[in-house]
């Protein structure tokens, strides 16, 4: 048995309640896309040790990764269903393309790999995010158009 409470936006079946929508947003169309730095290098010029101990070893960086840094982004839909990739952000310079080319091939294709000059998001990235991925996340087709919650 089925049973719809539209106003709530619960779907009853065989006695048990799944919430499909809140208001007049659907589950699918609710989103939250996020930010957060990410450092390759953590505790510069540090080691772990137990304290006492006579000797340390010391992990020294590759030249260039102490100073390396992306953003990454992330985008979590309130059904649970990931319809957007993961955005890594690095610090490079725009143009040229050869060795970034190479650079994304060695990302898994399941992550989006950008680059600009600060390595965080830019309007440029934001547009380009919204084009290549946002645009596409609905599980309605564009005839079919419901509104859509997003909170950056």
């Known amino acids: 048995m089925v049973r719809s409470d539209s106003h709530l936006g619960l779907v009853e079946r065989d006695g048990d309640k799944a919430q499909t929508k809140v208001e007049r947003f659907q589950l699918s169309e609710i989103h939250n896309m996020d930010q957060t730095p990410i450092a390759s290098e953590f505790l510069d010029e540090r080691t772990y040790e137990f304290k006492g101990n006579k000797i340390a ?4 960086t590759r030249s260039g990764w102490d100073q390396r840094q992306a953003t990454l982004q992330v985008c979590v839909f309130a059904d649970g269903i990931q319809r957007c990739k993961p955005q890594l952000i690095f610090h490079s310079a725009e143009t040229g393309k050869g060795a970034r080319a190479k650079n994304r091939k060695e990302y898994h294709s399941g992550v989006e790999v950008l680059f600009n000059k600060k390595a965080w998001a830019s309007e440029k990235t934001m547009i380009q995010w919204i084009k290549s991925q946002y645009r596409y996340a609905s ?9 859509r919650l997003i909170t950056l």
């Open 57 to 60: 070893w010391l992990k020294e």
């Open 139 to 147: 599980e309605f087709p564009l005839s079919r158009k419901q509104p």
